[in-house]
């Protein structure tokens, strides 16, 4: 139940293209979904986060969108730009017992070319 | 200040040393973090301290020993370590335990011979 399955593992995208990177959770009790974006040699950097409550939260060229009843999200770069290569995890945590821990995604490695 | 400064930024070590890795945040965060993360994968939470407390411990190997001697500050003590302990140690810390913000520092590079 602590599972947040994130697919696809690798995407390449094109200059200017959208990067799509989608994730499901299986625990209702997560209510916390933050993405964060990670560089070699780096630390992850908290990137975009939403709750349960809203749909869609767009910070500049990245969307999260919210399907609660499908317990599934998905992280939008729209116009991906080659500084936008990272790893990217999808995670999520709730407030009580084993969901107040943050669960991390497998992770996405994007690949932004010219 | 926005940083979590973690030393050193690599390291090498034989089986038999002892050896120490550092975090520091001046962020005023009560809670703080060590997390294990191997090459294309995620990080996976080794321990957790609240207000200097020790509150979690993921089942973690007794060879690595945190230490959380002020609010600011974060050791992980690391003592006959194994070939399969090498990874990326990184140090985050939050607000609060109940905080979801989690700042990430940039990691120690841990090569274990």
């Known amino acids: 139940q602590q599972q947040v399955k994130q697919s696809p593992q690798s995407l390449i995208v094109q200059k200017g293209g959208i990067s799509i990177i989608n994730c499901a959770y299986e625990?209702?009790?997560?209510?916390?979904f933050p993405w964060y974006q990670q560089f070699p040699g780096k630390g992850p950097a908290l990137l975009i986060a939403?709750?349960?409550?809203?749909s869609e939260k767009k910070e500049g060229r990245f969307t999260i969108s919210f399907n609660k009843s499908a317990k599934q999200f998905s992280l939008h770069i729209m116009d991906s730009q080659p500084g936008d290569s990272a790893t990217y995890f999808c995670?999520?945590?709730?407030?009580?017992?084993?969901?107040?821990?943050?669960?991390f995604g497998t992770g996405t490695r994007l690949q932004v070319t010219l | 200040d926005t940083e979590v400064t973690q030393t050193p930024k690599h390291l090498v070590m034989g089986m038999t040393n002892k050896k120490s890795l550092k975090c520091e945040q001046h962020m005023g965060h009560r809670a703080m973090y060590w997390y294990k993360q191997k090459a294309k994968k995620p990080p996976e939470l080794m321990f957790v301290y609240s207000y200097e407390k020790l509150s979690i411990n993921e089942s973690v190997p007794s060879r690595f020993s945190p230490e959380c001697p002020n609010s600011s500050l974060l050791n992980l003590h690391l003592h006959a370590l194994q070939p399969e302990d090498s990874a990326l140690y990184l140090c985050?810390?939050?607000?609060?335990?109940?905080?979801?913000?989690?700042?990430f520092g940039s990691g120690t590079q841990l090569s274990v011979l």
């Open positions: 985050a810390s939050s607000q609060a335990w109940t905080n979801e913000k989690l700042f």
């Open positions: 939403i709750r349960p409550d809203v």
């Open positions: 995670a999520a945590r709730g407030n009580t017992g084993t969901a107040s821990k943050l669960t």
């Open positions: 625990n209702t009790a997560f209510d916390y």
